[in-house]
């Protein structure tokens, strides 16, 4: 370290330089100072530098400035003034009094002649004059930093206190100034330390009146009572203070045990509930014990069976205890977002005590679920996933994840027990398809789910995946619900299936809860204990066939009948148990449309079942639809025929295509079927019929209408240079090169040139003057548009041109693909594409009739996209000729008809989540052919969201199509084979609201 820096390090440390002088150096202002005073500030300032991070140079050279400043201070005279600053001139000064002259008296005489007279000293102020007063003057000095503005205002302040004026307070302070000076730093320390405040003058106590007499009378008799001076006042006070304690543990108990009003209201709701069971019961007489008979044909009809009551039952209403749980909620969740937070900072060592709290959490959840609304179970999901967000490490994720286990057909434990299972299953679900998740949590819940509960992830579900995991788990809990029936106590089991029905009704409605209700009949049939007597399986049937809407106007009346033709038909089920199901349909609480005639005779085996399955689905009234059913579309049968018989066979062109070409013949089969389909849905009836008529020629004969014969390459003309050589001989002679050109234009033999006549060619083609390049240009059409060699030279000098409207308008007729406007940013670009897909179809002929198909894709594309713009209005935009931009204006139209329906949507999904999910799926799109695949998975996430609005009743077929489309996509091969199934799915959605138009012209449509 040089000399230098160790001087500005001291510099710093002592926070001066030394040609501030020692005074400054050593920490003293102006003024005298005495020998104590320095020697204190020299041990003060050593004390200052004497750090431990002060490095030893820097501190000893430090220390030896201070010393140097300590001596150079002692050389001088530590009690001189210092001299008096000069007075302003702008300053008054009082007038000098005259000096008249005197006469001295004569020196004395002797050795002392000639020294001046000894003046007399004044008093000095000692410690014996020191008042209290003056010593807290003298603290608030010295504390203050001496005379200022802070401490002149807190000494007059006491001053006014004490009644002094401003010259015995000057005086005061004059006398300490001179008191410090001479006691030093230890005798004015000491004087401070005796210091006390100044005692407050008395004030005279105000006469009291007769109210404050009373008053005061009053608090003594109360001040007694309290005190307790008496054994009466005492056992007062006890009798008091017990009435408070009694009081408020009343009020404390009353305000933890009253229910809340959501609590209030369930509880109301249960009640009536019960109320009205009872009142069913009561209503409900056992029948006459004669007419339970055995079945027995009797003139053609069988009997039904017969019962003591009808089969029906209800269970208890939930549990109160239950009921109280959803009280504890908001505790569950702090401690979720308790154990979150101690996950964020360490994930790999949770606390026993909070993966307590976790199970606890999931345990008391799953108990209530079914009492909560959407909202309030989303949010408890949702606390559940912020714990897991932060389970990465395996073992942490496999310890959180295995609270969410479960055996979806184990035995039923209890009553709740389908709640349990359900939640926890809605959570896998949820978690599985979350994936804002680790992977390790993911691949712990997926591993569950494909174990016991295997299936559709339930994406596109309506109420998405914890709805479809829940019902899932559900459908799992019959079977064991079947198993405890008619062997464990009748009360508990009937509770058991009042939980199941609670649980369907909370995650399933309409044709969900029909397909529920459908599944577990045909269970119950298969087992077919105790059915035909009074027993706890009869009655749970009962329900169930009561609980499922069998009339024509129902939610999912198709799938009821199928159901009812497949029970009949399937031999696991007893010939008793078909014979017990329409015997319930039959009887009192049965349906109005079944006749005595469809009850099967269960002594005739298959073969009677099969005559009276003939009789029912006879008799079986046709679906209605209704205006609730949503905005159909009646189409000509034949019509609706034809496109019912094309479905399926152009998804098997699609399936078998294995070429390129095979699957862009496919893909536009589809493509045209899609088209065919929104012509359907806008009722432009000949124009679909003519689609048809296309899709089903390609379809029989492999005719898509595209020329596939592979062109052969044009013959190049021979002795290349040589015309190349004539053209430069003439030179800028305009006759000559017309000439030249002649000669060229006049060789038809040749379609193509070699290379230096190509570039001699082009070169006037791109900048020739004005007749040459127009005659270029015109060779360039007629005799060489099929030739590789100029196909090449033109895209390789492409940026000689000059791009106005005539360049323009050669480069499409050239190539047959159109440009965007000059104005456009991808001109230059598209210029490029155009001619390079022109010069490899050249290069390879095959393909040539790959872009003839891909054209032809777009035109396809491009045309239904408009036909969706006619329908909601708008005028379509610029289409560049590309099949992916086409696509994307097909979405694009698609989305603006979708999003007018979102105040009749009822679905869950929202237009927002399909444009996250386009946006990602073009983000990682590769090439233009995913591009493409992206738009058309859009469209159709569009059309499923319209539809699902216009027709709500058609909800469960387009969520099956929906779930089939992305299954198919993801199984697809290749890129065209998904676009070939996309727009197929685009087809069987528009299937789903069209009907058949009814030919009577006095009806409406069936």
């Known amino acids: 370290m040089t000399d230098a820096s ?64 300590a001596a150079a201070l002692r050389a001088s005279d530590v009690r001189a003034v210092p001299k008096r600053p000069q007075r302003p001139s702008t300053m008054r000064v009082p007038p000098r009094r005259p000096n008249h002259p005197t006469a001295s008296a004569p020196p004395p005489e002797g050795p002392i002649a000639g020294k001046p007279k000894p003046v007399r000293p004044t008093p000095r102020i000692t410690v014996e004059h020191l008042t209290p007063f003056d010593r807290l003057v003298l603290s608030i000095l010295v504390a203050g930093g001496g005379w200022n503005a802070r401490t002149r205002v807190l000494v007059a302040g006491l001053a006014e206190q004490a009644g002094l004026d401003s010259a015995k307070l000057r005086h005061i302070v004059v006398g300490l100034a001179g008191f410090m000076r001479e006691q030093g730093v230890s005798g004015t320390l000491d004087q401070m330390s005796m210091a006390q405040p100044m005692p407050a003058a008395p004030t005279p106590l105000p006469e009291p009146g007769r109210v404050e007499a009373m008053i005061g009378r009053v608090s003594d008799g109360v001040g007694r009572e309290f005190r307790g001076d008496t054994t009466a006042s005492r056992n007062r006070l006890v009798a008091i203070f017990a009435i408070i304690a009694v009081s408020f543990g009343a009020i404390l108990v009353i305000a933890l045990t009253a229910p809340s009003p959501q609590v209030r209201r369930i509880e109301t709701e249960r009640l009536a509930r019960e109320e009205a069971r009872e009142a069913a019961l009561a209503a409900q007489g056992p029948i006459d014990p004669d007419h339970v008979v055995t079945p027995s044909v009797r003139a053609g009809l069988v009997r039904p069976a017969q019962w003591e009551r009808p089969p029906m039952f209800r269970g208890e209403a939930v549990p109160g205890t239950m009921v109280m749980e959803v009280e504890r909620l908001p505790v569950v969740e702090e401690d979720l977002v308790r154990l979150a937070r101690d996950l964020e900072l360490d994930p790999g060592r949770p606390s026993a005590a909070r993966l307590a709290q976790w199970g606890h959490a999931i345990e008391t959840m799953s108990a209530v679920w079914p009492l909560l609304d959407p909202g309030r179970r989303a949010n408890l999901v949702r606390g559940l996933l912020d714990v897991l967000r932060w389970a990465e490490p395996p073992e942490t994720a496999e310890r959180l994840v295995a609270d969410l286990n479960i ?44 174990r016991g509960l295997a299936g559709s992830n339930g994406r596109h579900a309506r109420g998405g995946p914890f709805a479809a995991l829940a019902g899932r788990a559900l459908d799992a809990a019959v079977p064991p619900l079947i198993a405890i029936t008619d062997v464990e106590d009748a009360a508990s089991v009937a509770n058991a299936w009042e939980r199941w029905f609670e649980a369907q009704q909370a995650v399933r409605s309409d044709a969900g809860l029909q397909q529920a209700l459908l599944l577990a009949v045909g269970r119950m049939l298969t087992d077919g204990r105790g059915l035909a007597v009074s027993s706890m399986s009869a009655d749970v049937l009962g329900r169930l066939v009561g609980e499922i809407d069998w009339a024509s106007t129902g939610p999912d009346p ?209 900048r020739g003057r004005s007749g040459v390049r127009e005659a270029a240009r015109s060779i360039a059409l007629q005799q060489f548009q099929r030739g590789s060699t100029v196909a090449m030279q033109l895209l390789d000098t492409v940026g000689q041109a000059p791009m106005n409207a005539d360049t323009l308008e050669f480069i499409e007729q050239y190539t047959g693909t159109p440009l965007p406007e000059r104005s456009s940013e991808e001109l230059d670009s598209m210029v490029r594409l155009a001619l390079a897909s022109h010069a490899a179809s050249l290069l390879d002929p095959e393909a040539g009739i790959v872009d003839r198909f891909v054209r032809e894709l777009g035109e396809s594309i491009h045309a239904r996209a408009r036909a969706r713009i006619r329908t909601i209005g708008g005028e379509p935009g610029r289409w560049d000729g590309r099949p992916e931009n086409a696509a994307a204006i097909a979405a694009d139209a698609m989305r603006r008809e979708a999003s007018g329906l979102f105040l009749a949507i009822g679905s869950e999904s929202t237009i927002e989540s399909i444009d996250r999910r386009r946006a990602a799926r073009r983000r990682l799109a590769g090439d233009d052919v995913l591009l493409l695949v992206a738009a058309h998975a859009a469209e159709v996430d569009y059309l499923a969201f319209a539809l699902e609005a216009r027709v709500p009743g058609q909800r469960r077929a387009i969520a099956e199509v929906i779930e089939r489309a992305g299954a198919a996509r993801a199984e697809a091969s290749s890129g065209l084979q998904q676009i070939g199934l996309s727009a197929l799915s685009l087809a069987e959605l528009e299937r789903v609201r069209m009907v058949p138009r009814d030919v009577d012209p006095l009806g409406g449509f069936g």
Do not use: H
Request: hydrophobic share 45%; with cysteine; proline share 6%.
């Open 6 to 69: 160790i001087q500005s390090k001291v510099d710093a440390l002592l926070g001066c330089s030394r040609a501030a002088g020692p005074r400054a150096v050593l920490g003293l202002g102006e003024g005298p100072i005495d020998a104590a005073t320095l020697e204190a500030a020299l041990t003060t300032r050593l004390r200052l530098i004497d750090g431990p991070g002060v490095p030893p140079t820097v501190k000893d050279a430090a220390a030896g400035r201070l010393r140097a400043a």
């Open 407 to 450: 055996e979806p057909e184990g035995a039923i434990a209890d009553p709740a027990d389908t709640w349990r299972r359900s939640f926890r299953a809605g959570v896998l679900g949820v978690v599985v398809l979350d994936e804002s998740l680790p992977d390790t949590v993911r691949a712990q819940a997926r591993r569950i789910v494909q």
């Open 558 to 766: 198709r799938s009821v009948r199928e159901a009812y033709r497949n029970w009949f038909e399937d031999p696991a089920i007893g010939s008793e148990s078909t014979w017990v199901l329409a015997s319930l349909l039959e009887g009192p609480r049965g349906i109005g449309w079944y006749r005595p005639e469809f009850v099967p005779d269960p002594a005739l085996g298959l073969d009677g079942r099969a005559a009276a399955l003939g009789r029912a689905v006879a008799g079986w009234p046709e679906s209605r639809l209704t205006v609730a059913s949503g905005e159909v579309v009646p189409v000509d049968p034949e019509l609706l025929e034809q496109f019912d018989r094309l479905l399926p066979e152009v998804g098997l062109l699609i399936e078998t295509a294995r070429t390129p070409i095979d699957r862009l013949a496919a893909a536009l089969a589809a493509e045209r079927l899609a088209m065919a389909s929104t012509l359907l849905a806008d009722e432009r009836w000949r124009e679909a019929e003519a689609e048809f008529g296309r899709v089903e020629l390609q379809v029989n004969s492999g005719d898509a209408g595209i020329d596939r014969e592979v062109l052969t390459s044009p013959i190049r003309r021979s002795n290349d240079g040589a015309w190349a050589d004539q053209w430069k001989r003439a030179g800028r002679d305009g006759t000559q090169r017309m000439t030249t050109l002649d000669q060229l234009r006049n060789d038809l033999s040749a379609g193509d040139l070699g290379p230096l006549d190509a570039a001699a060619l082009v070169t006037e083609v791109w």
